[in-house]
């Protein structure tokens, strides 16, 4: 797809207009990807932002250097700051309302009790909203009209915390024996994984559930049929005995960050899939391919009461997950799709790019110590004149993972059974066995060993992308490479690739480091800054990003038990990528205690910003004044966001709009 029709886009106008505005006109440069991220990725591409990518779409000719030197020096986020602190409840910038729209246990499918959390069942929690919110993708309805007032939110449900949310439960040192965990708790566990699918609405300025829709879902590991395909589908190593095709898998685990496709099907990413599984791996016929991802890891006591999550008892479930999973929103009856061509790894997130010649792009970081960013490249190309034709898109293209030089250069080497050390001789007799042993190949490939990558988000605006690297304190003095600079890593950093004049599907890019986390005032963390930074601008533990349609990237963070040292809960930073800000960070939401911060998700106008608050009351508050113990369901260190007696915390998705309405951070 060389030559690009702008006829077909209803926003050409707009982009032209825009593009008059800017320096030189290089609408001519403007390639399809360009013009369909813009419309569908962050569509309404709003006054002015324009302006900044195309001048970014011509840094390849320009050099980039001009490019940015171009670009305002005016601060682009205009918001009050708030400050750093740790209390039991959310903070926002003034001028902001940040309100509760949705909480674990609240109705999702229609028929849904209200939660009650002394009666807790499966069956209940299975149609109701599950726990540890962290994903959020939008889609605004009906499906093309990029709508800001009405839409889909999708939402992933990563894990569950017991010990706050099941009385008389004690995991306080994660007690391997679950002696308290039974067939029902277990059970209620399951139907909390997974997804939730939710129609919202605004009214009246004030976003709300629509209760009862018909696209209201939800999918858990307990009972939702999950197709596979690609290479792997049907392979031996996928069998079970409950499946002996090898082709369809119950459920979803561990759905961590994620993404939404360009035709608007949401991608659950499966980050720690080994927790879940119990056994042995003496003398395992998958020993060398668990051990590496350190599986069985026997976090939850699921394998006692269902023999999937034994490996002695099923050998190859372990290999039915560390997948990416695409469900279509608007079909709430349709089979999601674990998609084996993009690799089996602990999959922090999977956001997607329209490549100028129309292959889609989909970036993606391994969030294990020393493990590896990567990125799929379809082989077919976007259809946007047909749907349903773009469904096959993921199951077919080149799976890569990065190299990076010193020099400011990387590669991204093709993972691809039958090349260089990817043979029989390793152990590898098939791309089914690439990809289900993806970290092995990417070992033998001599892949840079990384800080963790978390989310990686391309910003369609300016072509580049945005790598978070949330820690390594493992990283030993001697250790470091080019991209991960610092032993002993506590605090993360933030690394920014350039493609070759914008593409992405490219086999080598640019990158250089955006900033490097930690207080700055602080010599021996060897932060980096923009000296712009207030002493509450900076942030630890970068893990989830978004990019708002003025392409102005946001930062969430999950320092765990880290805020004790940070002296701040997780929240919500934007960071300044252009001019003379660039590395500026600003805080703009702030968490409750024990909570982290995910899934941040604008509307399509910049009109509302979607967060979730994830695990509240958990982490590190042995280490907060005043409490200093575990918190427990009836002994909890916050009660976020109900605050009332016998209502334990509960994660929940917030919405955050304008006092008076308006675009966020304008
Ligand atoms: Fe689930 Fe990598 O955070
Ligand atoms: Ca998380
Ligand atoms: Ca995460
Ligand atoms: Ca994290």
């Not at 004044?625 to 002994?635: A, K, Q």
């Not at 955050?656 to 304008?666: D, L, N, R």
Request: net charge negative; proline share 7%; aromatic share 10%.
């Amino acid at each position: 797809m060389d030559k690009l029709d702008l006829n077909q886009f209803s926003c050409r106008a707009e982009a032209f207009e825009e593009a008059e505005n800017t320096p030189s006109n290089p609408t001519e440069n403007l390639t399809f990807g360009d013009i369909v991220n813009r419309r569908f990725g962050r569509r309404d591409v709003l006054r002015g932002a324009l302006a900044v990518g195309a001048i970014s779409t011509l840094a390849g000719s320009m050099g980039l250097l001009s490019a940015k030197k171009a670009l305002a020096s005016q601060p682009t986020f205009n918001f009050t700051e708030i400050e750093h602190g740790v209390d039991e409840t959310h903070h926002i910038a003034p001028g902001y309302d940040a309100d509760i729209l949705i909480r674990w246990g609240d109705p999702v499918v229609p028929g849904a009790p209200a939660f009650d959390p002394m009666n807790q069942t499966a069956d209940a929690q299975e149609i109701q909203f599950g726990y540890n919110n962290d994903f959020l993708g939008y889609l605004g309805l009906p499906y093309g009209s990029d709508s800001s007032e009405n839409g889909l939110l999708c939402v992933n449900h990563e894990y569950t915390s017991e010990e706050v949310m099941f009385p008389g439960i004690d995991r306080q040192d994660k007690d391997k024996d679950f002696a308290d965990m039974t067939p029902e708790l277990i059970a209620i566990e399951m139907a909390a994984h997974g997804g939730s699918v939710i129609e919202i609405k605004r009214e009246n300025g004030k976003w709300a559930v629509v209760p009862d829709s018909k696209y209201n879902r939800r999918i858990s590991p307990r009972s939702t049929a999950v197709a596979l395909t690609g290479p792997a589908a049907g392979h031996d190593r996928m069998k079970t005995s409950a499946d002996s095709e090898g082709r369809t898998v119950i459920g979803t685990l561990n759905n961590c960050a994620g993404g939404m496709t360009p035709w608007g099907t949401y991608l659950m990413a499966e980050e720690n899939f080994n927790g879940y599984f119990m056994g042995d791996l003496e003398g395992h016929p998958e020993a060398r391919n668990y051990d590496r991802y350190g599986l069985p890891g026997g976090w939850y006591a699921w394998g006692r009461f269902d023999k999937r999550f034994d490996i002695n008892q099923e050998p190859n479930e372990g290999n039915r997950f560390g997948w990416v999973v695409e469900v279509d929103p608007l079909d709430p009856t349709s089979t999601p799709r674990k998609h084996t061509a993009l690799g089996r790894f602990k999959h922090e997130g999977a956001e997607t790019i329209v490549n100028g010649d129309g292959r889609i792009v989909v970036y993606m970081g391994d969030d294990e110590r020393f493990d590896y960013l990567y990125k799929f490249v379809t082989e077919g190309t976007y259809d946007l004149n047909n749907r349903e034709a773009n469904f096959d898109l993921l199951e077919s293209g080149t799976l890569y993972v990065a190299k990076f030089d010193e020099g400011g250069g990387m590669t991204w080497m093709p993972l691809i059974f039958g090349e260089g050390p990817l043979t029989a001789a390793n152990g590898f007799e098939s791309q089914a066995d690439v990809l289900i042993e993806t970290r092995l190949a990417s070992d033998l490939l001599g892949a840079t060993k990384m800080d963790r990558p978390e989310d990686v988000e391309p910003n369609p605006v300016t072509n580049r992308v945005y790598v978070m690297l949330t820690n390594n304190t493992k990283r030993k003095p001697g250790d470091e490479n080019p991209p991960n600079p610092r032993a002993e890593n506590a605090f993360g950093h933030i690394v920014e690739i350039t493609p070759p004049d914008g593409d992405h599907a490219a086999t080598t890019s640019a990158w250089e480091i955006l900033v490097k986390c930690g207080d700055p005032s602080v010599a021996e963390i060897g932060a980096a800054w923009n000296p712009a930074t207030s002493e509450n601008g900076w942030f630890a533990a970068p893990d989830n990003s978004a990019v708002d349609a003025r392409g102005r990237l946001w930062i969430t963070t999950d320092q765990g038990s880290g805020w004790s040292k940070s002296g701040t809960a997780d929240g919500v930073w934007a960071l300044e990528t252009d001019g003379e800000l660039r590395g500026t960070g600003k805080m703009f939401f702030r968490v409750p205690l024990g909570a982290e911060m995910c899934g941040p998700r604008f509307t399509p106008d910049n009109t509302a910003l979607f967060v979730a608050v994830q695990h509240p009351a958990t982490d590190g508050v042995k280490n907060y004044p005043g409490f200093e113990r575990n918190s427990t369901f009836e002994d909890p260190a916050t009660r976020w966001p109900d605050f009332k007696d016998g209502m334990p915390p509960r994660p929940s998705v917030v919405v955050i709009t304008k006092q008076g309405g308006g675009e966020i951070g304008v």
